[in-house]
């Protein structure tokens, strides 16, 4: 299971290189859902499959408003692809200094950290995911409907500033 975990992680940073490395937003906003997925996937390994799920809703989402937004604001005909000389200098040299630091942070990681949440116990009756979903929906409610508002104003003001002159989304 930790040689799938290492795997998976390695896909993680893969990813985050290419949201760092890549200057058009096309290819960012595919690379952060990546990205999304991949975290999404190292939470279903450590036993929090209904945090996952939930995450990659909220991420997914929230994704679509940053691709929306980048796909207005970016009107290139040529996007800058991976394939490009500058894209993969950036990103040998964002890979160069995660190996460099995860070099020397080497020494301090076990692998008996990487128990999923409901190998801890062994007379469990609950899930270990639930008892955070009691959390979020408990006291953590108004925050939910808080945060559904921003992610709402925030398409909102993409589509407002993404419109064109003569025809608005927003018809006021």
């Known amino acids: 299971m930790a040689f799938v975990m290492y795997f998976i992680l390695f896909f993680f940073v893969l990813g985050l290189v290419a949201v760092a490395s890549n200057p058009s937003p096309y290819y960012a906003a595919y690379g952060l859902v990546v990205v999304a997925g991949v975290g999404c996937s190292v939470l279903i390994g450590h036993g929090a499959p209904f945090l996952s799920m939930i995450l990659f809703l909220i991420y997914l989402g929230g994704m679509l408003v940053v691709f929306a937004f980048a796909v207005a604001m970016a009107s290139e005909p040529y996007p800058v692809g991976w394939n490009s ?3 993969l200098g950036n990103g040998l040299v964002y890979i160069a200094a995660v190996a460099a630091v995860a070099g020397g942070l080497w020494g301090g990681w076990y692998e008996s950290s990487w ?11 609950f899930r ?6 009691a959390m979020v929906y408990g006291s953590g409610g108004g925050l939910l409907v808080v945060s559904a508002g921003v992610l709402f104003l925030t398409l909102l003001v993409v589509l407002e500033i993404s419109r064109p002159t003569c025809r608005g989304t927003l018809r006021q």
Request: proline share 0%; aromatic share 0%; net charge negative.
């Open 128 to 133: 270990g995911d639930l008892g955070g979903v």
């Open 115 to 125: 128990v999923a949440v409901d190998e801890l116990g062994e007379t469990e009756v």
């Open 85 to 87: 000389r500058a894209v």
